[in-house]
């Protein structure tokens, strides 16, 4: 049995790749072992979203290629790097045996059986089959009690700055009919919670949108989140949303269902907009914190989370403020910061990329600040309340604690039992840190 060893990069719609990538592969007979030195076959999964992403790829071969155990192993080359650079990446990078691309991860097996260490190269930057099979077996998800669920993939709205709608390609709905017979029987299964993912989970338009007739909201994405909230499924998260398709009506659904989990992650990018209409992101200052408003006033707490890029061409200092202003405003539960990479193919990259590094150091800094004060205020708000956990393993500080996300995803970690794994459990928050919450069982 050949041992396969598989390295993820970039997002869960990568992850998810890689777990079906590893249940093909075990079907065909591999095994996907954790351990990289007794494998035969390397995949590495890549991300290309930023240039850092990107070289992570190199070292990780260069690393591979020098090792004693591994000099002799097949490695291929899978995911948004691949798409992008197709056969261009045999002479980036010595090493490399086989490139597959973004929608030919199902044909994992074929490109292993073509290629040859050291001797036969092989490519496949094709088209998804017809009739492709999401299907993940139970013990390749990344989680025994979560599970990731593509509902919309690839990219239409090509921000200036992103490479996603190049490496993933055009926006392709999931039928609701798949979706939500893989959410019954994950439930079945006793998974506890899904992460309904999609570079923009709310432009959602399936092909045929019959099985959610049954169900009202104004855009098929919030009538998709009503369906799957009538499974039963105990928690339903979804990531992201696109703010200028973000209908207010996604609030009045998590109102309505208890199972959809107080969490929103609605990327911002800019608080200018000067900026925001060179990033061609299609929403305004005002009417992104028109939807902050609506999120904010939900009884239910909906916490926000958000991406914030600084430096971005053209960003002036000015720009910069009303960045402040804005994160000030919202407040957020948490978010990540990027500072601006040029990417190569992307409208942007035209764009003098002007801001120095120095001064993309100094507003990142600036901002992190802000973004830390309102995450730290926001964990605050927790102490002395319960908050539902799922048990979703061990700390990695102390087998004593487990970890586990919130409903409305945030860490807590408390002292319990192995028993406790996989469920979910009132916990008293007695302390917060700067990421992390800790309490005790209830
Ligand atoms: N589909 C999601 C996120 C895609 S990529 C969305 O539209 O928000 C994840 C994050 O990476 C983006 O939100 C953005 O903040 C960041 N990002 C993408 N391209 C970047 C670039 N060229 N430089 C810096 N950050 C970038
Ligand atoms: Fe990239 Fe914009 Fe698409 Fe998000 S919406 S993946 S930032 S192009
Ligand atoms: Fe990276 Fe591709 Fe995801 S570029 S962020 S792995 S879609």
């Known amino acids: 049995m050949k041992k396969v060893y598989l390295e993820t990069f970039g997002c869960q719609m990568n992850v998810s790749d890689s777990e079906r990538v590893a249940t093909i592969l075990e079907a065909d007979g591999f095994e996907i072992t954790p ?10 999964n890549t991300c290309s979203v930023r240039e850092k992403a990107e070289h992570k790829l190199y070292t990780r071969i260069g690393q591979i290629r020098k090792s004693k155990q591994n000099k002799s192993a097949m490695v291929g080359v899978l995911g948004c790097v691949a798409q992008l650079e197709g056969e261009t990446l045999f002479n980036k990078s010595e090493g490399i045996d086989f490139i597959l691309g973004t929608k030919a991860v199902g044909r994992i097996a074929r490109a292993i059986e073509n290629s040859k260490v050291g001797q036969k ?3 496949d930057l094709g088209e998804r089959e017809e009739n492709y099979d999401w299907f993940v077996s139970e013990h390749q998800r990344h989680s025994p009690f979560i599970s990731f669920v593509p509902i919309i993939e690839g ?4 921000c200036t700055y992103c490479i996603v709608p190049f490496s993933r390609g055009r926006e392709k709905s999931l039928p609701a009919s798949s979706i939500i017979k893989e959410i019954l029987k994950l439930r079945q299964e006793g998974v506890k919670e899904v992460h309904l993912i999609g570079q ?10 019959s099985r959610l007739e049954d169900f009202k909201g104004a855009t098929p994405f919030s009538r998709l989140l009503r369906a799957v909230a009538a499974t039963g ?21 998590i109102n309505e269902f208890e ?30 914190l028109k939807r902050i408003d609506k999120i904010r006033s939900s009884p239910r707490q909906i916490s926000l989370s958000t991406d914030i890029i600084v430096g971005f061409p053209g960003e ?8 402040l202003k804005l994160a000030e405003y919202c407040r957020f539960d948490s978010a990540y910061l990027f500072k601006y990479s040029p990417r190569p193919g992307t409208p942007a990259f035209a764009m003098p990329d002007d801001v120095s590094a120095e001064e993309k150091t100094a507003r990142f800094l600036e901002l992190e600040k802000v973004l830390r004060h309102s995450q730290f205020n926001s964990l605050q708000n927790e102490l002395n309340k319960s908050l539902e956990v799922l048990a979703e393993g061990f700390s990695s500080k102390s087998k004593e604690f ?7 995803h945030k860490i807590v970690n408390f002292e319990a039992g192995e028993s406790f794994l996989g469920q979910i459990v009132n916990v008293q928050i007695t302390e917060c840190k700067t990421n992390t919450l800790f309490g005790k069982i209830m």
């Not at 002036?316 to 960045?323: I, L, M, N, Q, V």
């Open 259 to 288: 199972n959809l989990c107080n969490w929103v992650h609605l990327p911002v990018q800019s608080g200018s907009d000067k900026i925001l209409k060179t990033m061609r992101r299609g929403h305004t200052v005002d009417n992104y």
């Open 35 to 44: 351990f990289e030195d007794s494998a035969e076959i390397i995949l590495l």
């Open 233 to 253: 499924i105990e928690r339903i998260k979804f990531a992201t949303s696109f703010p200028r398709d973000f209908h207010t009506d996604i609030v009045d659904a």
């Open 402 to 408: 487990l970890t586990g996300h919130s409903k409305c």
């Open 316 to 323: 002036t200092d000015a720009d910069f403020r009303e960045t």
């Open 121 to 123: 190269q092989f490519v």
């Open 155 to 158: 990219c239409n709205k090509f």
């Open 200 to 209: 923009n989970v709310n432009s959602y338009r399936p092909p045929t949108d």
